[in-house]
């Protein structure tokens, strides 16, 4: 196996079948995976002008502590004897070797993938020991990686001392258990620590329903059993003698047990996550018979959607540099400069090869964005490959039917873009908007477009309001354009702007002539 640094070439035309180590623990943690530089999310700190509006403070985040008490440690056993009370709450690290095969493009595009599931590995909660990456038409059907190569693998996994070894496709129930044979450790595929990820960062009652679902879907297929041995009932053998003929038998199975639990427990999951769809509903029709329009900030994960929605709000949602790191949308009023209200919804990021389960699951988490009136996708101008960002962000919003909403392509970080990049970016989206949630960059270009392209209120109206029902003049104010106000003997005359919902409401206090 021919090994070599990320600045090394490997020469594609003269070897299909090579297992090129791509990854070492030691040029992850220095040279430059941009996930992990810093300048990004966590190097937000707080400015001394922490009250002021639109200053760049995160809020208190509160739930950061919660995070971070969570976090693995290493060098850490998981066995109560060994470690006091407060270090039981945190996990060992694993250590892992991550893998993959490639067919087509690039590897430079294999390389990227890797370092993403290395990203997605280091959130879980692991150390990326090493990364190999095998060139051939399609995964073996039974191993994945092909038996000589397998064995190899399982060479590396003894003398690097790596507990876990992680696919980066999904595998096959089959060749899960075919590998595991191989080198002797657990193997696990993307989708599994995706889904770790999410167990681990749900936070709402309906996050964590929608996470355990998915896990549940995931698992289903892939319950290991070993017969008749796995055996829990045996019918009237059980009972002694008298039980009869006819009732003596295998029973039900172990798996055969796991299975109904499981199914089971996702009818009951399925229950309850449709339960709480019409409070959702409810808030969401109530801004709309307000006509409150809303904006929905979507992009990949970690493009630093929650820093923007922290900027232009002070919203105080945990931002973080890691993956995944908010899963339940939050939802917060803002304005245009001329007073109109509108929301801005910070929503679950996407990541290449997300699993259809979580895209189910999250499904009335992206309803924020299929309902909204304008979405912001912010995409990391630092990224290596901002091109299929940009592609797998599109096609899952798409999926969620999303397409025809009128779109405002965002580059953030861009205090971490040179002047080069940015014209190669310009050449991506011509009508980006370069920002910068650290440093406030294009923010106020960010807000005057999202003014412009926000529904205005068309109907003028001419009204006479007494002044016992100065609600309604409050509410001209606040969700309507007021175009002039005079005080009279019988009340307030105002001459406005207002929305078509508005019109029929405000019919009573209409000036007639």
Do not use: C
């Not at 899963?327 to 919804?345: E, F, I, M, N, Q």
């Not at 508005?502 to 007639?512: D, I, K, N, Q, S």
């Amino acid at each position: 196996m021919a090994a070599m640094s990320d600045h090394e070439t490997v020469d594609t035309d003269t070897t299909d079948d090579v297992v090129a180590r791509v990854l070492s623990s030691a040029e992850t943690r220095s040279s430059g995976y941009s996930l992990f530089a810093t300048g990004s999310a966590q190097a937000l700190q707080r400015p001394e002008t922490a009250d002021a509006p639109g200053s760049g403070y995160d809020g208190d985040q509160f739930d950061r502590e919660d995070r971070q008490s969570l976090r693995r440690v290493a060098g850490l056993s998981t066995e109560l004897e060994d470690v006091t009370e407060v270090e039981y709450r945190q996990l060992r690290l694993e250590n892992v070797v991550i893998i993959g095969v490639y067919s087509q493009g690039t590897l430079s595009d294999a390389e990227n993938s890797l370092h993403e599931l290395a990203a997605l590995a280091e959130t879980a909660g692991a150390v990326v020991l090493d990364g190999l990456l095998q060139r051939r038409p399609h995964p073996d059907p039974s191993t994945y990686f092909g038996k000589g190569k397998a064995e190899e693998l399982r060479a590396i996994v003894q003398s690097l001392g790596a507990d876990t070894v992680i696919a980066d496709t999904e595998l096959a129930p089959s060749q899960r258990r075919a590998l595991e044979d191989v080198v002797k450790v657990k193997v696990i595929d993307r989708t599994a620590v995706i889904l770790d990820i999410f167990s681990q960062h749900a936070k709402s009652r309906e996050g964590k329903a929608q996470v355990e679902l998915a896990q549940l879907e995931y698992l289903l297929p892939r319950l290991r059993g070993w017969g008749e041995s796995m055996s829990r009932q045996a019918g009237g053998q059980v009972g002694g003698a008298g039980a009869g003929m006819g009732s003596r038998g295998p029973g039900e199975t172990k798996i055969e047990l796991d299975r109904r639990r499981i199914h089971t427990r996702m009818a009951k999951l399925r229950k309850q996550i449709v339960a709480m769809k019409p409070a959702r509903d409810a808030k969401r029709a109530n801004r709309k018979r307000n006509a409150v329009p809303s904006v929905a900030i979507a992009g990949y994960t970690n493009a630093g959607k929650s820093s923007l929605l922290n900027r232009v709000t002070s919203a105080g949602v945990l931002v973080e540099n890691a993956l995944f790191a908010t899963l339940d949308a939050t939802v917060r009023k803002s304005s245009t400069a001329d007073g109109r209200p509108y929301t801005l919804a910070d929503t679950v990021g996407f990541v290449r090869q997300l699993p259809h389960q979580l895209v189910e699951a999250f499904r009335s988490t992206l309803e924020e964005v299929a309902d909204s009136d304008v979405v912001v996708h912010v995409v990391d101008g630092s990224h290596p490959d901002p091109a299929s960002q940009i592609t797998t962000v599109r096609d899952v919003l798409g999926d969620a039917g999303a397409r025809g909403i009128p779109e405002i392509v965002v580059f953030n970080k861009s205090d971490l873009v040179s002047p080069d990049d940015r014209l190669v970016l310009r050449g991506l989206e011509p009508n980006a908007i370069f920002v910068s949630a650290r440093t406030g960059e294009g923010i106020p270009e960010l807000l005057a477009a999202i003014d412009e392209i926000l529904p205005r209120p068309t109907v003028e109206v001419d009204l006479l309001v007494p002044y016992g029902r100065g609600d309604v003049v409050t509410m001209l104010h606040e969700k309507n354009t007021v175009l002039s106000t005079e005080y009279e003997e019988a009340g307030t005359h105002v001459r406005a702007l207002v929305n078509p919902e508005f019109e029929e409401r405000l019919g009573e206090f209409a000036v007639t002539r």
